[in-house]
């Protein structure tokens, strides 16, 4: 075997070698790409059934108070709860999930982070919200399921107010970190995407 035929199988062998590499450095891309949209639907998902539960809150904070509509004390709160999980949903009606397999590197980024910046506006107008509405349909459930009537009693108002308290509290931490792990978990995909740029740049 002469200079020129070995010179030849290296020149082959050495193709095949970049081939195999650009086939792998492609799949990983591929692979972190899918992984990238897999987290960014999951929580966009889940963003949505956040909404649509504040429309079905709103409309059972309505009936309640329809229900119970003589007794402004217990309806009217009731009804302002409702009215503040419509506002909720209004507030996320403009998530409009993007068609991730027809977007570029680029567009998908963009997506992740116009969701993240929206989540992080909103997300504590959302936990007031609940609260409010937890706490004025509460009243009229134990007054219409059990007979209790909160404010006319002054032990049961202690204890509701103790109780609401404590509720707000757990509220605000269990929210808070659960907020945090949403734009923890967004911001390493946005970066991910960022590097995947890159690499499919170079």
């Known amino acids: 075997m002469n200079i020129d035929e070995i010179k030849k199988i290296?020149?082959?062998?050495?193709?095949?070698?970049?081939?195999r590499i650009r086939v792998s450095e492609n799949n990983l891309l591929q692979i972190n790409l899918q992984k990238s949209k897999n987290t960014f639907e999951s929580y966009f998902k889940k963003a949505i059934?956040?909404?649509?539960i504040a429309l079905a809150y709103m409309v059972t904070s309505i009936i309640f108070a329809v229900l119970n509509f003589g007794d402004f004390a217990y309806s009217l709160p009731a009804l302002f709860g409702g009215m503040a999980m419509l506002f909720s949903f209004i507030q996320h009606s403009k998530l409009k999930k993007p068609d991730l397999n027809?977007?570029?590197?680029?567009?998908?980024?963009?997506?992740?982070?116009?969701?993240?910046?929206?989540i992080a506006k909103h997300a504590k107008y959302d936990i007031l919200i609940y609260a409010i509405w937890f706490l004025t349909l509460l009243p009229l459930y134990l007054k219409s399921a059990n007979g209790i009537f909160i404010y006319a009693n002054t032990s049961h108002l202690v204890k509701f107010l103790a109780m609401a308290l404590l509720f707000i509290i757990l509220l605000l931490i269990g929210s808070k970190m659960a907020y945090q792990?949403?734009?923890?978990?967004?911001?390493k995909e946005e970066a991910s995407l960022e590097g995947l740029l890159k690499f499919e740049q170079f």
């Not at 290296?10 to 081939?19: C, F, V």
């Not at 027809?102 to 929206?118: D, T, V």
């Open 10 to 19: 290296w020149q082959e062998e050495h193709m095949n070698l970049e081939k």
């Open 49 to 52: 059934l956040g909404r649509n």
């Open 102 to 118: 027809k977007s570029s590197i680029l567009e998908i980024q963009k997506s992740i982070s116009q969701f993240r910046i929206h």
């Open 181 to 187: 792990n949403w734009a923890t978990d967004l911001e």
